[in-house]
């Protein structure tokens, strides 16, 4: 869990710029159109001599943010050309694949691997200008080393193609983003927020908090919310997220020791729901907006009530139970409201019991 906001960090290599030429269509082998209005300008990153044989096999040539091989041919059948890099977690590698020499086109696939040089961590065929490769700003899963491999699309095609390596430190998340930044704040009332989760952290996750807690992982990115309320007051919440929703109360900020209340029992895009949960002390509470998957996002909104302690009182339903609300909740259930009444135990609700030897139980023998 990461308390707290990073510093700003300054962007650490080149991200390249796109110039635009005259539109040409063309097709490939597979039978795609691929439009060929723009070319990477490469003038900006530092050119590499490719090896005199780029490497075939593990572990490939070298290559780092912000270069760029210019000279690349694949001259026989099936050739494989393989580029090492290293790169940080969570910055933005875009890598991609241009035209070399015109009169030598070729249809390139460029996958991007794990060190193990077997893992595919993306791929692309033809994102890039006319036939050739393009991964963008694909956020990298760890600090260590990472392979770009390249070859034809099919393994008879040959020619020629340079290849380019930019990083982007990720931006800042959201202030938001966890409970140590700059929050939105719901107090005793009712009302309706909603967001996205998409530009945040996976901060939190309460699986095996135990207790009332979310018995389900929430690998999600998620984004807080702070409650600001006093001992005994009643929260009613509904949060519908387009990812699997997951929603919690923490009393602090470790999802472990602190959290209260948590739900999950719905699929994509359905309500989740706290229908009563009862503030077990004064101070700020944060509710997690959370989603299951890893690292999943989406739109989400969010229905909240919290009645404040004074404002609520024991209402005895038309089932007999006992229930902590508002004077015009209680009404609308069609129950009756006890002002003087504000806790369930024990249950004000519940019916008188008779005393066998008094008058009410002798005349009960006898009806």
């Keep these: 869990m990461r308390l707290g906001l990073a510093p700003a960090v ?13 539109s040409i269509s063309t097709a490939s082998p597979d039978g795609d159109i691929h439009d060929t209005d723009w070319h990477v300008d490469l003038s900006q990153y530092l050119d590499v001599l490719p090896e005199r044989e780029i490497a075939r096999q593990c572990p490939g040539q070298r290559l780092a943010c912000g270069e760029v091989v210019l000279r690349a041919a694949i001259s026989v059948r099936d050739e494989r ?19 070399r020499n015109a009169s030598y086109p070729i249809d390139t696939v ?9 893992t595919i961590l993306a791929s692309d065929d033809d994102s890039g200008p006319a036939a050739y490769s393009l991964i963008d700003q694909f956020p990298a899963p760890y600090t260590g080393d990472y392979v770009a491999r390249v070859r034809g699309f099919d393994p008879l095609l040959r ?12 931006p800042l998340p959201p202030a938001d983003d966890d409970c140590g930044g700059i929050l939105q704040a719901i107090t005793c009332g009712h009302g309706s927020l909603s967001g996205e989760t998409g530009r945040y952290h996976n901060d939190y996750d ?12 929430a690998d999600g990115r998620d984004v807080v919310i702070a409650m600001d309320l006093e001992e005994g007051d009643i929260v009613h919440l509904s949060y519908q997220s387009s990812a699997d929703g997951s ?27 706290i229908p009563y949960w009862v503030a077990p002390v004064s101070g700020r509470h944060y509710l997690i907006l959370d989603s299951a998957g890893a690292e999943t996002f989406g739109t989400w909104t969010l229905e909240y009530e919290i009645l404040c302690r004074e404002d609520s009182a024991v209402c005895c339903t038309a089932s007999g139970d006992c229930v902590v609300t508002s004077p015009s909740a209680c009404e609308q259930d069609g129950g009756t409201y006890l002002p003087s ?4 135990v024990p249950d004000p609700c519940a019916p008188s019991p008779v005393d066998e030897r008094s008058w009410g139980g002798i005349k009960a ?3």
Excluded: M, N
């Design 81 to 99: 050309h393989l580029y090492r890099f290293r790169a940080e977690e969570g910055q933005l590698l875009t890598i991609g694949t241009d035209e």
């Design 110 to 118: 460029l996958e991007l691997l794990s060190d193990d040089c077997v």
């Design 365 to 367: 023998l006898y009806r």
């Design 206 to 217: 309460p699986f095996g908090a135990g207790g009332d807690c979310v018995q389900k992982q």
């Design 159 to 170: 020619g020629t193609y340079s290849i380019y390596l930019a990083c982007e430190d990720a």
């Design 247 to 273: 929603v919690y109360i923490l009393s602090g900020c470790d999802a472990h020791s602190g959290c209260q209340i948590g739900v999950d029992e719905t699929g994509v895009g359905e309500w989740e729901r």
């Design 341 to 344: 009444e504000t806790i369930c």
């Design 10 to 22: 300054a962007v650490s290599c080149v991200v390249p710029i796109l110039s635009l030429a005259p």
